[in-house]
DNA sequence: CTCGCTCTAGACCGATTGGTCTAGGTTCGG
DNA sequence: CCGAACCTAGACCAATCGGTCTAGAGCGAG
């Protein structure tokens, strides 16, 4: 099926296009004509493949980041939850180094934007609480109570987004390296953290 | 000076409906129709009290939010730096429980969107620098080494924007709490942490 | 070959965007 | 009481927004 080759090129290439862009200027601040050019795709593709528009794409783009954070975690799952978190926040900030592929911030800037549209609030949230409830299984295994897993996979969270966030507005990336070995501390058993 | 007063009134109105809007949406999210609409003011008041439109609106929110910030340094400077930080932490707390005015997620919204506008990324860069560098100061006072007292100050900002996000984009302010508890022990030189 | 389906291509649309500009109060000092 | 300065008020503008729609290119199946 070379149609279906075509088809599945020109998607990604929208949502790859549209990955970047986000995460530079937020949602609001990308226009669809924007997202076009740098896609080389015409209006056309854009609503066949993505029928609700701009919100439909920014949708798949959240869920291809929260499928992939997800392979993530499965990838780990033999790890300790130290080792995992560590493995995680490495594959991350590969992403951030490589041009546009932060996955962080991205997530971040939608949830900042969140009272745009309730489907894309609705996707952000999803992924937020999937990488959550993962987190907090790993950190179950290992042995802390159900209140102190849920505590400190919100911390991870929250300090890796944060990290992302920051780091990007100031250009300081190794801020965000100095918030994994912290993440990796939160997680450990030995220590009073 | 009755025509001051109205001046006043007028210019701090734009800022605190902008400052509401922007948190919800983000920069682009909120056109300036809506600003004026909430804050009831002509176009022309806008213009008159901020000449470089939009961007210069957004510009004093900013510096208004980072001033507020270095106030509650000031206010905090006694105290060691766990305690200043859990003061803080629970004042930024506080603005966000009251509608609309939650600084640290305006700030992160601001920085999702940073490749906008230079004068805007300039400002809530120079807003998270002296942030910065007052935590900074506060653990190095406290007798931490330089650089871990930098580390640290970045650890607690990236934690706050972060969890300032996280619990906004999922309404659940507990995460923030977590947070502020978290950040404080971040702070204390007892401990393995 | 031709039919039919998927996908590309871009002209076109009304609505809204940020921004400019001219008038019209209002409130001072003198 | 009057003119100048300051501020309000909103009509108006080109540009851009997200989205719809029709036309046709390209392909595999029969």
Known sequence: MSALAA??????????????LFRQRGFHGVG???????????KGSLYH?????????????????????????????SFA????????????WQWMRRAGGDACALL???????DTDPALRAAVGHAYRTTTESLRASLQRDGWSPGQARDRAGIVLALFEGA???????GEPRLFSTAIRHAVRVCEREGTF
Chains 1, 2 share one sequence.
């Open 108 to 114: 971040a800037s939608f949830a900042a934007e969140g």
């Open 7 to 20: 088809d599945v090129a020109t998607r990604t290439r929208l949502m790859e296009a549209a990955l970047i």
């Open 49 to 77: 493949h993505f029928p609700g528009g701009k919100v439909d794409l920014a949708v798949a783009v959240v869920q291809n980041i929260e499928s992939r954070l997800q392979q993530l975690f499965a990838a780990n799952a």
């Open 81 to 92: 939850a130290p080792i995992l978190v560590r493995n995680i926040g490495n594959s991350v």
């Open 32 to 42: 669809i004509a924007e997202i076009l050019r740098v896609a080389r795709a015409p």
């Open 164 to 170: 992302g966030l920051v780091s990007h507005a100031r």
